[in-house]
């Protein structure tokens, strides 16, 4: 890669960083592991819910097929639990580029 293209990435990420900050953090307020905690029990109540329908189907099918009912309901809960993950992810991508603001801890 030449200089030229490295220098242009570098600005790149420099502009995308401060679009994405300006745009994104004056719609989320402050962030602190308190604010986070009720996203990450839905996120893991969904985790929850994702792996025990899975469980509770394995045992209605006793090593049979699921029913299309079952596999309908398994899939319901996979996208909410794929959803959320995703989102959880995209947030703490933002809160890694720095586009968020975070409350800093008290340690």
């Not at 570098?10 to 719609?27: D, W």
């Not at 299309?68 to 995209?90: C, F, I, S």
């Amino acid at each position: 890669m030449t200089i030229d293209s490295n220098r242009l990435l570098l600005e790149l990420e420099k502009q995308r960083r401060e679009v994405n900050r300006n745009i994104i953090n004056p719609a989320i307020p402050q962030l602190s592991l308190d604010s986070l905690t009720p996203m990450l029990n839905m996120v893991a109540q969904a985790r929850k819910d994702y792996l025990c329908g899975l469980l509770e189907i394995a045992g209605q099918a006793g090593g049979r097929a699921p029913s299309d009912e079952h596999v309908d309901t398994l899939r319901k809960l996979r996208l909410t639990y794929e959803e959320l993950v995703g989102a959880a992810n995209a947030l703490e991508t933002a809160i890694q580029r720095d586009y968020l603001d975070v409350i800093p801890s008290r340690r």
